[in-house]
């Protein structure tokens, strides 16, 4: 496979052929597109917003998945058939099938493209491995436009959330300006969860650089809060932390995400996130409803079997005890449980809030 690639692989595709003189924002881009020769018949479908303004104010990066794959240029021609259930990518003239190739291929470039950290792609429109929705599908009598292309569909399934456009979208003013601003934003995002990324659990990664930033422009908390439901929980922990630190000191910036802490995320079944929601907590003002699911979290997590998360949510509920007395009885019986749990650091916590709440 990977032979078959650098065989076939066009001059220049797959490489970025201009680079942002400022904050490189990356988007890969149908290499036909660009003008680079790689149709199946030796042309190119050059568009000239795509390789004229768009490469001028991000770094695009050209991809050509039937060259990629080794077919050549020119080639025979492909199609979308359908087969039963199942779509397959055949070239009609041999027969040749080629549609497991395209799949192993694409997941493997898909796993390159998601390296570069993307904040976009432009897909060329009718492409059997490329088209985004409506491509011409055989189904053995006429043809159909129901079709997904093979390499687009692992894109968009790998890469859910990055904005996709046909350069048909682009025609317009208003389409160039809605995928240019999806493309910034979704960027500015991915910003942030590169410096939240990596290490292991025991790691900030670069958290301090992400709250920074964050502090510098407070609009980028609603960025945070979209990374506190990252699919890595090591991003969605971190994000938690930020926003816990931020609403000690700003809780007007993070009041409008607060439900994040009583949510599923509160259910976690990692410790260092259920970590961050009780420390966080205490720091808003609830409705009666929200409350009492925030007191049901700090009463169950009282009780779990991490001694952090045991502290700081014993911590919490000792919190709003203090502005809801009914709270006092089980503060106590959880007292009472740290200094003869034969832990320290609990029988400390808990003489420490004994000390505020004047319970000795």
């Known amino acids: 496979m990977t032979g078959q690639r650098k065989q076939g692989k066009a001059p220049g595709a797959g490489r970025p052929v201009r680079r942002a003189a400022k904050e490189t924002i990356r988007v890969g ?20 917003f795509v390789a004229g303004d768009l490469a001028r104010v991000v770094t695009v990066v050209p991809v050509c998945p039937e060259v990629e794959l080794g077919l050549g240029t020119p080639r025979e021609p492909i199609q979308l058939r359908r087969a039963g259930r199942a ?11 080629h549609t497991e190739a395209m799949r192993r291929y694409s997941e493997e470039r898909v796993s390159e493209l998601e390296r570069l950290d993307l904040s976009g792609y432009v897909l060329k429109k009718d492409s059997p491995s490329c ?12 043809f159909a436009r129901t079709g997904r292309g093979a390499f687009a569909a692992v894109l968009m399934t790998r890469l859910p959330l990055m904005p996709v456009v046909e350069e048909t979208g682009l025609r317009g003013a208003g389409g160039r300006a809605r995928f240019l601003e999806q493309v910034f934003a979704y960027g500015s995002l991915r910003s942030l969860r590169v410096l939240m990324r990596g290490g292991d659990r025991r790691s900030i990664a670069r ?17 945070l809060a979209a990374l506190a ?14 926003l816990e630190k931020l609403a000690r000191d700003h809780p007007e910036w993070v009041e409008p995400y607060k439900r994040l802490f009583i949510g599923a995320l509160a259910d976690s079944d990692k410790w260092e996130v259920r970590l ?3 420390r ?11 409350r009492r699911r925030a007191v049901e979290i700090l009463l169950r997590d009282a009780a779990h079997p991490q001694k952090f998360v045991r502290a700081w949510a014993l911590d919490g509920l000792a919190t709003l005890a203090r502005r809801d007395r009914a709270l ?6 959880f007292l009472r449980e740290f200094e003869r749990s034969g832990s320290k650091a609990l029988a400390a916590r808990a003489r420490s809030i004994q000390s505020r709440l004047a319970l000795v």
């Open 207 to 223: 958290s301090s650089g992400a709250l920074a930033l964050v502090r510098a422009r407070p609009a980028r908390v609603a960025e």
């Open 229 to 242: 439901m990252d699919e890595d929980w090591l991003v969605s922990m971190r994000a938690l932390d930020l």
């Open 29 to 48: 881009v149908s290499a036909c597109l660009l003008g680079q020769k790689v149709r199946y018949d030796g042309g190119h479908k050059r568009d000239d």
């Open 276 to 278: 961050q929601i009780v």
């Open 280 to 290: 966080a907590l205490p720091l808003f003002t609830w409705t009666r409803a929200e």
């Open 328 to 333: 006092i009885a089980s503060v106590g019986r």
């Open 131 to 142: 088209g985004m929705e409506g491509v011409p599908v055989w189904d053995g009598r006429e």
């Open 87 to 97: 779509l397959r990518l055949v070239a009609p003239g041999s027969g040749a099938d």
